[in-house]
């Protein structure tokens, strides 16, 4: 609920400040939505609820991409249901075999990475919705912190990377050669 409210301050702060509208509303949704991603390392609602809606998002880039290459309408929204049948009940399943609870999801590391993949991925004010990502997920990890206070949980919600050194390293080289294409373009 916060993460909404702070999307929804940071898109009417950003449209005020002179960003279209468009990328205001974009932005408002990046942050709400990256306020709940650290939680994609458990079985929760958060999980099936960003899977649902990363396999939908898949589902209309593929079926649109397919169409634009002049296929039936039909074979494109097959393929677009397969995309999101994929995601939503296969690559979601298969992460919740490999992540760790408090892993590397709950990193500044894979912050700044989503951020570097929404900058990559959408045009205009690129800058400003990567910030978006990023400022929701730190907001996640912060809130974590402060809940966590006094309990088990403390020191573990907001750390720079996580416990896997392979996983962190390599996550940096994927971060740099993204950043050396963001540079180059």
């Known amino acids: 609920m ?8 940071y898109g009417v702060v950003g449209y005020l ?21 650290p939680d994609v390392d458990t079985d929760s609602v958060p999980l099936k609820e960003l899977a649902s809606f990363l396999g939908a998002c898949a589902g209309v880039v593929v079926t649109l991409c397919v169409q634009s290459y002049k296929y039936p309408v039909e074979n494109a929204a097959l393929i677009g249901i397969a995309t999101y049948l994929a995601v939503r ?26 951020s570097e993949i929404g900058y990559m991925l959408f ?8 910030a978006a990502i990023f400022f ?22 907001l750390k720079l990377w996580g416990k896997n050194w392979i996983v962190n390293i390599g996550l940096m080289v994927v971060m740099v050669g993204m950043g050396v294409f963001i540079w180059m373009q």
């Open 123 to 130: 045009s205009g004010e690129r800058f400003y919705q990567s």
């Open 17 to 37: 400040c002179g960003m279209p509208v468009q990328d205001s509303l974009i932005a408002s949704g990046l942050l709400a939505a990256a306020s709940v991603a």
């Open 136 to 157: 929701g997920y730190v907001l996640h990890l912060i809130l974590d912190e402060i809940w966590g206070f006094r309990k088990e949980t403390a020191g573990t919600a």
């Open 2 to 9: 916060i993460g909404v409210a702070t999307g929804g301050a």
């Open 89 to 114: 009940y296969g690559i979601a399943e298969m992460f919740l075999h490999f992540a760790v609870h408090r892993g590397i999801f709950h990193s500044i590391l894979m912050a700044a990475f989503l």
